[in-house]
């Protein structure tokens, strides 16, 4: 198949045609160039499907980006499922634009609704394993809607649960304990809006990061309000959260109901919430799974192995 040039073909190609030889081993097929083409041979259905995932690659260089083993072994996956038409669409999209002038895209068809839904509901669920971009994809919208002057506002929010940590043992106020906690919505701020706007923006109080203790008895009016680590709210948090909603404002919850912090017994406040407000009217959740995560590609290995141990737990359980 024609690649479309020299350029585009070394980039699809990858160092020492790695990116080829990893779609021929995966797909089971012979892999070799002649002048700016690519040919595949083995069975049918495997060239075809591979015919697809160059096509997926050159829509990945096309659009400015670079190609690594994770989005390689997304665009096989997609392939092999019938989509692999999708990654063109997420390419294309982008969400916001960081401080360095570098624009931020969705890397995956998960994330793509995700961000999707964002625009286009006032509260967005966004439910998912580590790696996934839930927090960072929903920052970086907040700072466009901050910039776009469509909010006043930046609230950040997490419940204070620790994770096998004391909050008691650090040193400091309330404030100081939780800002570790809070530290990679700082980061992405930091990132989006450069250091010294973000130090700013926080002093004349138009970014908020704040516990989740802290939004009781308040309207949030205007502001583009994320919620992050929701699986470690209590049913009474979360109710008390999506109650502060005021008018101009969104909301964005994110969370990984794999890792919930709480005492033993205690319910989820995200995961009741999923279930009892997925279909109402301006509200949307969204499940991101294994597939979306865009870490180093041994997160998704490693995302995987827990979630096959949980399912093999449970099976043994129903027992």
């Known amino acids: 198949m024609e690649t479309g040039g020299l350029d585009k073909l070394q980039k699809v190609l990858g ?50 980006e670079r190609i690594d083993k994770g989005n390689l072994l997304y665009c096989i996956e997609l392939a092999r499922e019938g989509h692999a038409s999708d990654i063109e669409g997420v390419m294309n999209g982008v969400v916001a634009v960081s401080s360095r002038g570098k624009p931020v895209k969705c890397k995956t068809v998960g994330q793509k609704r995700y961000a999707d839904a964002i625009k286009s509901h006032t509260i967005t669920f966004g439910v998912g394993p580590a790696g996934t971009g839930k927090t960072y994809l929903a920052v970086c919208l907040a700072v466009a809607a901050y ?19 004391k909050l008691g043992f650090l040193p400091g106020d309330l404030q100081t304990k939780v800002d570790p906690y809070l530290r990679p919505l700082y980061d992405a701020l930091q990132e989006m809006f450069g250091f010294e ?65 709480l005492p033993e017994g205690k319910t989820s406040g995200l995961k009741q919430a999923v279930s009892i407000l997925k279909g109402v009217e301006g509200i949307a959740v969204c499940t991101l799974t294994d597939k979306d995560v865009v870490r180093h590609p041994l997160v998704m290995q490693i995302v995987r192995a827990y979630e096959r141990e949980d399912n093999k737990r449970k099976k043994g359980e129903k027992k």
């Open 15 to 64: 160092v020492f045609d790695e990116n080829l030889d990893t779609v021929a081993r995966e797909l089971g097929l012979l892999a070799h160039v002649e002048g700016t083409q690519i040919v595949l041979e083995g069975e049918a259905e495997n060239t075809e499907t591979g015919a697809q995932v160059v096509e997926s690659l050159l829509s990945i260089v096309s659009a400015g």
């Open 147 to 165: 910039k776009g002057k469509q909010v006043e506002k930046i609230i950040l929010t997490r419940p204070a649960v620790e994770a096998g940590e």
């Open 197 to 261: 706007t973000y130090q700013k923006l926080m002093e004349k109080g138009a970014i908020e990061v704040a516990p989740l203790a802290y939004m009781r008895g308040r309207t949030l009016s205007d502001a583009f309000v994320i919620l992050d680590e929701a699986q470690n709210a209590t049913r009474e948090q979360m109710k008390m959260f999506l109650t502060r909603l005021g008018d101009g404002s969104k909301m964005v919850v994110t969370g990984d109901l794999t890792q919930t912090d």
